[in-house]
Each structure stands twice: as C-alpha cells, then as structure tokens.
C-alpha cells in the first residue's frame, strides 16, 4: 500500500524564498491526487486510512498529467484519450473515465501494441507489458503527440517522457523533456516543479 499524504519532495532542500509558492502548487497537484483516490476506493476509505493501492494512485497522477501538459492545437479532438495494454486489468483507470482534463471528457481505451496510436492523447505502459513490448509501444509513438507514461524501470532511457517511481511508501514521478519536446508537447512549469527529475532542462 502507498502513502498518498506524503509528498515525494525533499522539504530541506526546498529554497525558502519560493517555499510558498513551492507549498501551493504542491496543494493544487496533490490535492487532486486525495479527490480521485478518495473518489476511486470506497467513500469510508478517503482520510480514515491514508494508504491507497498503487493502481488508484496511479490513475489519479495520470489524470493529473492530462490536466499540466499541453497538445499541439489539432492533437485533440472532441475527447482526450488515455490508451493502455489490454492486460492486466486496471479497472481503477474507469474512474477517471468522463471526467474533464483539457476542457474535454477523459476517454479510456485499452489496446494491443500492435494497434494504432492515432486516437491516443496519453499511453500508459504497466511494468507488467515487459520492457520487449514497450520499445514496441514507443516505436509506434515516437514523434506523434502522444503522452508516453510507465512505472517501468528506466523508462526515461528507453525513450518515455514520464516514469512513475514507487519506492514502497511513496510514488513519484521522473520527466524526460527531450522526448516530450520531440512530440510537440509542453508541461506545465507547476508539474516540472515537483517532479523528483527532470532530464533535459
């Protein structure tokens, strides 16, 4: 179980003269973090323990992507699309289907890698697709306006623009600007602020 109360930022380290500014874009990423966590496990769950599955926070950091990163302007249509492997089965990602990122309903479509991309706004490849298919899953993405996000080990090196790291109590998350930049797409300076690594500054 993952903490979720628990910010995957060094407060030491933090320079004194932004910590306010520093403390309210945590509040704004994170708190949207605790409402689709709370909103994905049962509603007794939501402060009365403040651990969630891996998988549910997961779906909340991958709606909050959607909500700090910016498309090339014909990258979207009239629904932003989350497209990830068939298996295994993530049914926490439901949770976010229909909600609004991008002034657009959030649209979940589960794939093979052998399928097109054109419809994707975002691809979550799980550690489970093994690292063999997530260099095919890259080739079919590369240079199109497609959000690449993993929990995969050294998925930055293998071409992904966002790896989610889970060190056992907490899960945060990494960015490679370089392939993103590749795509057309920008993220929020908020979001490169609480990354744990930004690659390519």
Partial sequence: MIMFHRLPI?????????????????RVFFGLIIVIASTI????????QPVASEQTLTAAFL???????????????????????????????????GRIA??????????????SL????LLFLPREEGMQHVHEWLKAAANEPILTVSNIDDFLDAGGMIQLNNDG????????????????LKFNAQLLQIA????GR
Avoid at 118 to 121: A, E, H, K, R
Avoid at 196 to 199: D, E, G, T, W
Wanted: aromatic residues 14%; contains cysteine.
């Fill in 10 to 26: 060094d407060i030491n380290n933090a320079h004194l003269s932004t910590w306010p500014r520093f403390a309210k874009i945590r």
């Fill in 41 to 48: 496990t049962p509603a007794s769950f939501a402060f009365a």
């Fill in 63 to 97: 709606y909050n992507f959607l909500k700090f990163t910016e498309w090339p302007d014909d990258a979207i249509d009239s629904e932003v699309t989350i497209c990830t492997s068939i298996s295994p089965e993530f049914e926490e990602l439901d949770a976010i289907f």
């Fill in 102 to 115: 991008q002034s657009k309903p959030v649209r979940i479509k589960r794939m093979t890698y052998k399928e």
């Fill in 118 to 121: 054109t419809s994707c706004q």
């Fill in 169 to 184: 109590k907490n899960l945060s998350f990494s960015i490679n600007l370089e392939y993103a930049r590749r795509a057309g």
């Fill in 196 to 199: 744990r690594q930004v690659r």
